[in-house]
């Protein structure tokens, strides 16, 4: 059975937080806070974390559209291709926030998503997981852990979440109640933004 962390937004206790870095650098899986939903993550360089999560979401890993949650827009350029002006300023007017944005990837991307095009991007506006990834060094896998109930798709109680998954994951990050929105999943690929999925994100904006 994994472990409970509490983590406050406010101001993360950086040993906690060392403790969640120290579990993602040994190939754990944790699940934590977003300004979403909670998600399920682990260190994208980590092939056998990353194996772990697509097996207990019952994908093969190679199909798997897991996004990247990173701290900033910096971290751009480490895994998508360059953009136009106008895709950077639509991105720096919604980030940090509740959106997926799909962007070209460039060759930079971890071996096993050399052959995806695209990769998914989330800077969530949630202190918790961008202080992990600061501290970590480089992003995390972001996927949505879903709830077998017909009604709320998605749990939104930390002790719930534990008591579900905690014998799949080393970690799970206690931030407090979870919203059960998921992020707004918007397309940059094309020639003009595309929503391929409505979320806690407003579209006005974009």
Not at 14 to 23: L, N
Not at 57 to 82: H, T
Request: some cysteine; proline content about 6%.
């Amino acid at each position: 059975m994994s472990k409970l962390i509490k983590l406050y937004e406010e101001n993360p206790n950086p040993r906690d937080v060392q403790r969640v870095v120290d579990v993602l650098q040994k190939g754990g899986l944790i699940i934590y806070p977003t300004d979403t939903v909670y998600g399920l993550g682990c260190d994208i360089t980590n092939n056998r974390a990353l194996e772990r999560i697509a097996k207990i979401k019952g994908i093969k890993l190679a199909k798997a559209n897991f996004s990247f949650i990173c701290e900033d827009l910096s971290a751009l350029s480490d895994y998508v291709k360059q953009i136009d002006n106008s895709t950077f300023k639509l991105l720096k007017r919604n980030l940090p926030g509740p959106y997926t944005f799909i962007l070209p990837g460039n060759n930079n991307l971890p071996t096993v998503f050399k052959k995806k095009k695209t990769v998914g991007i989330r800077v969530p506006d949630n202190t918790i997981c961008k202080t992990i990834v600061s501290k970590l060094g480089n992003p995390i896998i972001s996927t949505s852990i879903h709830d077998d109930d017909e009604i709320i798709e998605y749990t939104t109680d930390p002790e719930l979440i534990l008591e579900k998954w905690g014998r799949l994951v080393d970690l799970v990050i206690d931030g407090g109640y979870g919203d059960n929105i998921p992020s707004t999943v918007v397309d940059l690929t094309g020639h003009e933004p595309e929503v391929l999925r409505l979320g806690k994100g407003e579209v006005d904006n974009l």
